[in-house]
Structure formats: C-alpha cells, structure tokens
C-alpha cells in the first residue's frame, strides 16, 4: 500500500492507462506542461510525450469535438474540463455526439472518451469555478456518470473509465485532491469493484445516508456524531450516478426505512430528486418516512465567502437525519419546522 493524495493517485491511475494501451491520449488546457491546474497530470508528458498528452487551445467545444474525432479513428481520448463552470460550452458536443453516437450508428460506432470534470465547492474559488452540473449528464442516456470519493476509488475508477467503451463523465471532488489515503498500486482492475456499483462506508441500522463525491467525508462525520447519540448510519458511496446503483440503496433502504440523500448541487431537480422518487416506487412499504434530501440552494454558486452557507455540512447533515427520525433540534425544530 502507498499512501497518496487523491489527486496523484488520479495521476497514476492515468499513467497506468498510457502505459498500457498506446490508443489511450490525454487532452486539456495546461495539462502538458504545467501539470494541470490542480497538478494531476503532472510528469506525464514528460514521460510520453506532448503527441500523447496534448496542451490544447482554449476551447471546451474544440477539445471534445477532436476526442469525438479521435475516437473514431480509434483512440481512447481522456479530456479534462480544467472546471466545472466551463463544461457548458462543450455541452452540445457532449450530449448531442459523445452520448448518442453508439445508437445513432447502430452500434457501428463506440465513443470511448473519458471527461474528467474537477466539480463542487470548498476551496474558495471565484464565480464558474465550484459549480454541479452531473445531474444535466446523469440524465442523458448514453453517458456514464460517476464521482469519486477518496484516493483507492480515484486511481481504480480512472482506469475503468478509460478501459470503458462507453463515453464516461468522471467528477472528481476538487476539494478532495489533497486528501491522502493509501492505495493498493499492485490491484487488478479485474479484481476491483465494478464502475457502476456503489459502496457502503458505514454500517448502521437507523437511517440510510447516500451521498457521493466531496459530501461522502461530511456524511460519514454524520455517522461518527450519531454513532454518540446511539443513531447507526448506513452510508452509501454512490460512486455511479449514471446508472445508480438502486440494488445496494433499496437493500439499505428496507433495513432502515429511512432515506437521507446528501449533494452539494442545489435540490430542484438533482439526484436527491431522482433518488427519492426512485426508492419510494421500489420500497414504499418499508418507509417509516419520506425520503429527505440535503442539498445545496438553489441559487447561482454563492461568492467564496458565503459558500460554507451553501454546502451541506455535519449540522445539515445531521439535521435531515433528525427530520427523518422525526426528532426535534435547535436547527430547524420538530419535523423539520413544519409541525
């Protein structure tokens, strides 16, 4: 085991990659020479070469258009989009060629690119640079969605996701990319957990907490702080937004009868929306309580200063698990305020 930042081991899972397959080419802005932004590709042009890891113009629409390209000429394209806030000029690329070429063609045609997309706040970054656009892809068919949440996953999703013939959109948690962890560097991706299934991190008998990304950390603090006041969080790291994995939420779902879901993207229409919607039609019956969601607010990404209002933290977090439970708190009160 090597211990690794989430970042680097981001940085060797992709070494690894180019290592191994000749087909596989990394394109983005800055992230030949200087490494990259947040440095996750540093050394590795020096290591392949500037024709394998290309410094690209500034052009989100360019960059994917050429993996759209290359792709059809059989290559396994790994795109970064250096922030969140500036994937939208790449959007139509995006669903309307990378996610729909396979079927327009009959099957004809695979697009296996890879979008590695640094997304959510916590770092106290300006306006465009700390946003959470996975719902607009997780609800497009034909895009595979996932996020990672801590350095092991980070290092074997990145490689999956290159090794994938479907188009993937990876989000990796920017305020995660310094959070060390150890990483077995000798596992098979033959023997790792599937891309699409998620992974529970805390077991417990009272409430389910699903979250992904960066709100995986907040969560499990969540279950620690219960854990004192004799509350058991059974939490789930979705890890695939895109499919979800409903099979390890519903069998957690039937245990508890109570649902929490955690993301930093504002609440209408986001995946809390869709997993709520998701499980009371699959375990309705088991339900003690509405599902809650713990979620950003829906407005534009609030300025450096005012985000840690934005975000979910332990306290939120804490208090959708009250209101699930139906206990009162200084926070919101009983039911959530509403009684």
Do not use: W
């Amino acid at each position: 085991m090597t211990a690794l930042t989430l970042g680097k081991a981001l940085g060797e899972g992709m070494r690894r990659a180019l290592a191994a397959d000749d087909r596989v080419v990394l394109m983005g802005e800055d992230i030949g020479t200087l490494g990259g932004v947040f440095r996750v590709t540093d050394g590795l042009q020096a290591e392949f070469g500037p024709n394998r890891v290309v410094d690209t113009p500034l052009s989100e629409a360019g960059i994917l258009g050429t993996a759209v390209g290359l792709s059809y000429g059989g290559f396994r394209p790994v795109v970064e989009i250096q922030f969140d806030g500036f994937i939208y000029p790449a959007f139509d690329q995006i669903v309307a060629q990378v996610a729909k070429l396979h079927y327009r063609t009959g099957g004809a045609v695979r697009v296996p690119i890879t979008i590695r997309v640094p997304f959510g706040g916590g770092i106290g970054a300006a306006e465009h640079h700390s946003e959470s656009p996975e719902a607009y892809f997780a609800h497009t068919a034909g895009l595979r969605v996932v996020s990672c949440s801590n350095p092991q996953d980070a290092f074997t999703m990145i490689q999956q996701a290159i090794a994938s013939d479907d188009p993937v959109v990876f989000f990796e948690p920017k305020r995660r990319y310094h959070q060390k962890g150890e990483v077995d560097l000798e596992a098979s991706l033959a023997d790792a957990r599937p891309l699409g299934v998620a992974r529970r991190t805390r077991a417990g008998a009272d409430v389910t907490v699903v979250a992904y990304g960066g709100m995986v950390q907040p969560a499990e603090d969540a279950a620690e702080a219960a854990s004192a006041e004799g509350i058991g969080l059974d939490v789930i790291d979705l890890r695939s937004l895109a499919p979800i994995d409903y099979p390890t939420i519903t069998t957690s779902v039937r245990k508890t009868g109570r649902l929490v879901i955690v993301h930093e993207a504002g609440e209408q229409g986001g995946l809390g929306a869709e997993i709520a919607a998701s499980v009371t039609e699959r375990c309705f019956e088991f339900l003690e309580a509405a599902p809650v969601r713990v979620t950003g607010h829906d407005i534009p990404y609030p300025p450096a200063k005012l985000e840690k209002h934005h975000l979910p933290d332990l306290d939120r977090i804490l208090d959708g698990v009250d209101r699930v439970l139906g206990r009162p708190n200084s926070m919101s009160g009983v039911n959530g305020g509403e009684a």
